[in-house]
């Protein structure tokens, strides 16, 4: 992983040459982190028979945990603590997050580049329920700011309006209101989405006497 100015002629006694090193390699010292920080070349003297350094051509790696960090609210599972240039590490959306809040669809990759930068676009953002399935119809909408979108772990509380009741039955928040709340949960998706408020009744029959309604 060296490369001289024609290295096949031999070096003299005394004489000092600069070696320079491949693409993805850097000059270092043993046992060294190497990152693409460190030059890519390096001074070695002739002497005694042999190239006289302690710096070699050492690989470039990267920082897992760096890598990771380079997302916000991105977590790995990866148990190396560094990776080879061109590798690859697999990351997910910590809890509560995705990829454009949208719901989760598994696990993704970063890779270890030089010059560091961030090799995707991938950005995990704060999930969101989509608040299409919020009832307005013969309703309102008491608690739980919220526009196209709702955001995580957001609970909506929701009121019947005057003379209509809960579809699936009297859910009563005092003695003359009724209504039910929507909770925006961890697969991106509200609770009670088929929840609404319909028109109350009276029952023709409440009267054992009563002969006829008109």
Known sequence: NVEMHDPSIPVDHGVTVNASCND???AAMGGAVVNCSLPQWYTAECSYFKLQTELACRAITCDVDDMVASI??????ETRARVG???SVVYACDRGFSLGGTIPEGSFTIVC?????ISTND???GLTCDS???PTEFATVTSGTFGSNVAWKTNISILCNDGYVVASGNQAVDDYT???SMYCEDNGILTNVDETCVISTCPQNGD?????VT
């Open 132 to 134: 299409s399935t919020v």
């Open 113 to 117: 580049l030089c010059p560091p930068e």
């Open 85 to 87: 240039l061109n590798e």
């Open 72 to 77: 916000d609210h991105a977590v790995s599972a």
């Open 123 to 125: 950005q995990c953002e």
């Open 208 to 212: 054992p006497y009563l002969l006829s």
């Open 24 to 26: 993805g390699y850097r």
């Open 178 to 180: 009724v209504g039910f």
